[in-house]
């Protein structure tokens, strides 16, 4: 308190001594009004004084140096932007840099996390001669992005231009969430782009693949959930129409391994569109206008007889469809198919099990092509069961499905309704509902279904009778 009463005891003392003083200046002086505002300085003087602090603070300390992001920019290690110098050495050099970079723990066990780094491509073009793969297995939470790879003409035709790979690794997984992003990766018709083997969570974002030789522009072989996004492949740069469609090779997905994603994504030129050889993977919202059905091509291939689990959904099949083999579990549900696109069922060892083929739209050229079609050269469909095909609206085409329903009008004691021009499976029906509609006012006859052969269905009376008979079959 003591402290405090001095502390503001010395600018009132000041005040006043100062105002003496200005008095005495002033004192021969004949002009009031001056003295007056002489006076009002020295108080306003006062006040500014009085609220000064007691101390005069320290300057600030410094904020202490944080380290900048960790982005590695080829063009630093001597990679060229215009494409003319062979630039997979400097690639290399920077992925090692980012590989060996300080770790922030670890991800699944063995894999490094990198802390977000990113190798930035800086808007460059970068002429690469061989696949760019990290040092090692044992990474992740690593991004590349931002600029074109294109194929030296010496990129041998059996690699990926990058390559998420380590045959010498005994790691259940070798990488983990490396993501690749606004890419151009231009093949050159050479070998691939993109190889991801055995890694987790892998994501290929806004990517646009071309040129890639007579292999797969993506291969995702074991591993688990890598995550195609809004990208675009296609092994030559068209838009449909292509004179030289019939000569597309190659596969634009190859998905041979378990719970992947390609969604948004659009496949305008290839053999094969996406082949699928893994399980419980989902495909949504694909557009494929590669090679036509009509030519040789196919949109989607699964190729995993008696395990398939997949699901396509609210995707595109234009002017190329679908092939399943054996298909177990396997949900075409909210797809488009255009220009006679069709779904075929293969049968490699006569099994379709938990089939569901529903709310698709297909739209053709009024040339009787059947919207789903059996293949069963190999051997016929035997093991059926839980299969739905219905809901499907359908212009152009030949409707099939697994339930219909059908009615007939008559006179007599036998009424037959024929549903081969519907039912997908010959000669199979499993369930039959019927209502039999007698005209005669005074009519009561006894009525059975007595015959169930060759999808036809047979109902006969006691006695002739004139009736319509409403018959629904379920296979």
């Known amino acids: 308190m003591e402290t405090r009463k001095t502390q503001m005891a010395v600018p009132v003392l000041l005040a006043i001594m100062t105002l003496i003083v200005s008095q005495v200046a002033f004192a021969g002086k004949d002009s009031l009004h001056e003295r007056h505002m002489?006076?009002?300085?020295?108080?306003?003087?006062?006040?500014?004084?009085?609220?000064?602090?007691?101390?005069?603070?320290?300057?600030?300390?410094?904020?202490?140096?944080?380290?900048?992001?960790r982005v590695y920019q080829v063009i630093s290690y001597g990679a060229d932007p215009t494409g003319k110098a062979d630039s997979t050495n400097a690639i290399l050099k920077a992925m090692e840099d980012a590989f060996d970079g300080p770790d922030h723990g670890v991800l699944m066990e063995g894999i490094n996390d990198l802390g977000g780094a990113r190798i930035d491509l800086q808007g460059g073009s970068y002429l690469i001669s061989r696949p760019l793969r990290f040092p090692s297995a044992g990474a992740g939470n690593l991004l590349i992005s931002g600029g074109t790879l294109r194929a030296s003409?010496?990129?041998?035709?059996?690699?990926?231009?990058?390559?998420?790979n380590d045959e010498s690794s005994k790691l259940q997984y070798i990488f983990e969430y490396i993501t690749l992003r606004d890419l151009l990766i231009d093949c050159n018709y050479r070998g691939g782009a993109i190889a991801v083997i055995n890694s987790?969570?892998?994501?290929?974002?806004n990517c646009y693949i071309t040129r890639?030789?007579?292999?797969?522009?993506?291969?995702?072989q074991k591993g688990h959930e890598?995550?195609?996004?809004?990208?675009?492949?296609?092994?030559?740069?068209t838009a449909g129409g292509d004179k030289g469609e019939r000569n597309f090779s190659g596969t634009a997905v190859n998905l041979v391994g378990n719970d992947n994603a390609i969604t948004d994504t659009v496949i305008f030129s290839a053999a094969i569109g996406v082949m699928i050889s893994g399980q419980a993977n989902l495909l949504s919202g694909?557009?494929?206008?590669?090679?036509?059905?009509?030519?040789?091509?196919?949109?989607?291939?699964?190729?995993?007889?008696?395990?398939?689990?997949?699901?396509?959904?609210?995707s595109y099949l234009d002017y190329t469809g679908i092939v399943a083999e054996?298909?177990?579990?396997?949900?075409?549900?909210g797809t488009f198919f255009l220009g006679d696109a069709f779904i075929l069922l293969k049968s490699i060892n006569g099994v379709v099990r938990g089939v569901n083929i529903v709310d698709n739209m297909f739209s053709g050229s009024d040339n009787g092509v059947q919207i789903v079609q059996l293949d069963q050269t190999n051997k016929?469909?035997?093991?059926?069961?839980?299969?739905?095909?219905?809901?499907?609206?359908?212009?152009?085409?030949?409707?099939?499905?697994t339930v219909a329903k059908a009615s007939v009008d008559g006179n007599g004691t036998s009424w037959t309704v024929d549903f081969n021009q519907v039912l997908l499976f010959p000669n199979l029906i499993k369930h039959v509902q019927y209502t039999l509609v007698a005209r005669d006012g005074g009519a009561f006859p006894i009525h059975a279904v007595r015959n169930v052969s060759d999808n036809r269905v047979v109902v006969q009376t006691n006695a002739p009778v004139t009736a319509q008979v409403y018959v629904t079959v379920d296979q």
């Open 38 to 69: 002489a006076e009002l300085q020295v108080v306003k003087a006062s006040l500014v004084r009085r609220n000064l602090p007691g101390f005069v603070s320290p300057p600030p300390t410094p904020p202490q140096a944080v380290p900048g992001p």
């Open 286 to 314: 694909v557009h494929c206008y590669n090679k036509a059905t009509g030519f040789g091509g196919t949109g989607i291939y699964l190729k995993l007889p008696g395990l398939t689990q997949n699901r396509i959904v609210n």
């Open 153 to 164: 003409d010496d990129f041998p035709v059996d690699k990926y231009l990058i390559e998420l």
């Open 380 to 401: 016929a469909f035997e093991n059926v069961d839980q299969v739905v095909v219905d809901r499907n609206n359908v212009n152009g085409m030949a409707t099939r499905s």
């Open 326 to 333: 054996d298909p177990v579990q396997l949900q075409i549900s």
């Open 226 to 237: 890598t995550y195609i996004r809004n990208s675009f492949l296609g092994q030559h740069i």
């Open 200 to 205: 987790l969570r892998t994501s290929i974002d």
């Open 212 to 220: 890639f030789g007579d292999t797969n522009g993506i291969l995702v």
